[in-house]
């Protein structure tokens, strides 16, 4: 029997299709040219260049600015954005898309390939395939964690067996087929996914099919209530009610002391991804109120994937909802003046979040003041930190919002000393 399809529906998913390309009605329409202006070009070629200036191009790979469930960067590649091949240089194709994952590379990262929209008119040829695959040198290959292939194919399953001989045996273990998108559930947060209509539309055609011809209903179970020991999930006020009024949740305070007293100096700490099954564990022991003894689990990472997953999964982001429009306008204030602004957005800040945002960025600039051993300056802890700080309550982060935010955190990080000077609450606990 088919699995039920993912919350949302596709009405919802086109809103957020909307939201995420602004400039124009379909997602063809994608322009990079913010994305770019972050970026050096130098080191590009012209050619490349000019096709990054393509807006067929551009949309070609869209990535979801987080992570996935257990802390993975996630980029996700969608086969039906891909114009006819006349139209489109696969060279400078193969080009641009190692130019924007040298961009996730470094760290843990997850792919998501949406494979319906290939058809012959724009499918690659196996020469393509085979070079791109060489291409991809180890540094691609080592830290992907995880590649889901969405709606795949015969097509799909033929050319996985042509290269079997190219494959490592530990590449392909890494590879998951997924026939229906509500199988994704399980891994990745579907709020996050940006789909475009098209495999939308065609999932549902799989699930009607498998069901002899029924419209899959989109309905889901109600939500269960927290359990009282809940930490998963759950707002700031609701911890504090279950903890006699302890400000700082306990996820925060006990990873952050382990990661201060252990952690400051390893290299790419909250860049590294733990074992699946190890964060679900931990997640379990916390939300059961069960004591979580780091030491015993041997990795360094599990506590840092455990922080930023709390922070992601809590209802309302820790900067709240009203303040994403003016943390989002922090790009348009001058340069000298950005401190100033992002300490008067601080300021508008409820006093428990202001609390517990200043203790994990309090860590935070403890963490980038060891940047030349562990290599986390506060820019690269802002891209780590800012999508789980901040999103909108509707949709998910763009791709043009990522830079504000990113740049906000960062002002956070490394004037931590001047943003945070204009409060200090009564029963203020610092790391």
């Known amino acids: 029997m088919a699995a039920m399809p ?31 202006c972050s970026l050096s070009s130098s080191s590009l070629s012209p050619p490349v260049l000019s096709v990054l200036s393509s807006c067929s191009l551009c949309s070609l790979l869209l990535f979801s600015p987080g992570d996935d469930n257990y802390g993975r960067k996630l980029v996700i590649f969608s086969s039906c954005l891909m114009p006819p091949s006349h139209q489109l240089n696969h060279h400078h194709l193969l080009q641009y898309l190692m130019y924007t994952l040298d961009q996730y590379v470094e760290s843990d990262y997850t792919v998501v390939y949406f494979h319906h929209g290939l058809r012959s008119c724009n499918k690659p040829s196996l020469h393509w395939l085979r070079n791109a695959y060489r291409e991809f040198d180890r540094k691609y290959k080592k830290n992907l964690k995880a590649l889901y292939v969405v709606h795949p194919t015969n097509f799909i399953r033929i050319i996985w067996n042509i ?15 997924v026939n229906y998108l509500s199988e994704l559930r399980d891994h990745l947060s579907w709020d996050q996914l940006i789909i475009p209509p098209d495999v939308l539309r065609h999932d ?35 911890i504090a009610e279950k903890n006699q009024g302890v400000m700082i949740p306990p996820v925060m305070s006990q990873t952050v002391a382990y990661l201060k007293d252990k952690g400051l100096q390893t290299e790419g700490i909250f860049r590294r991804s733990a074992r699946v099954q190890l964060i679900k564990d931990v997640q379990k022991l916390y939300n059961q109120g069960k004591p979580v003894v780091f030491e015993q689990y041997g990795d360094i990472h599990a506590p840092a994937v455990i922080l930023k997953t ?35 957005i601080l300021e508008r800040l409820p006093e428990h979040n202001y609390m517990v945002l200043k203790y994990l960025l309090c860590f935070l600039n403890m963490v980038s003041q060891q940047s030349i051993i562990n290599k986390m300056s506060p820019s690269n802890l802002a891209c780590v930190f800012g999508v789980n700080l901040s999103w909108p309550s509707q949709g998910s982060v763009s791709l043009t919002s990522l830079t504000p935010l990113n740049i906000f955190t960062e002002i956070l990080i490394e004037h931590y000393h001047t943003v945070f000077s204009s409060r200090c609450p009564q029963a203020e606990v610092l790391p």
């Open 163 to 177: 290269f079997q001989p190219l494959i490592s045996h530990k590449f392909g273990k890494k590879l998951t087929y």
């Open 310 to 344: 709390f922070l992601r999964e809590l209802p309302e982001p820790l900067l709240t909802f009203p303040l994403y429009h003016q943390i989002q306008d922090v790009v348009r204030v001058e340069s000298s003046l950005r401190v100033t602004t992002c300490k008067h």
């Open 6 to 36: 993912p919350a949302g529906g596709y009405e919802h998913q086109c809103s957020k299709m909307a939201a995420m390309h602004p400039l124009g009605s379909t997602p063809v329409l994608i322009r990079i040219n913010v994305l770019m």
């Open 204 to 238: 549902e055609r799989l699930q009607a099919a498998q069901k002899g011809g029924l419209h899959p209903s989109s309905k889901t179970p109600p939500p269960r209530p927290p359990l009282p020991t809940q930490q998963f999930g759950v707002s700031l006020q609701y």
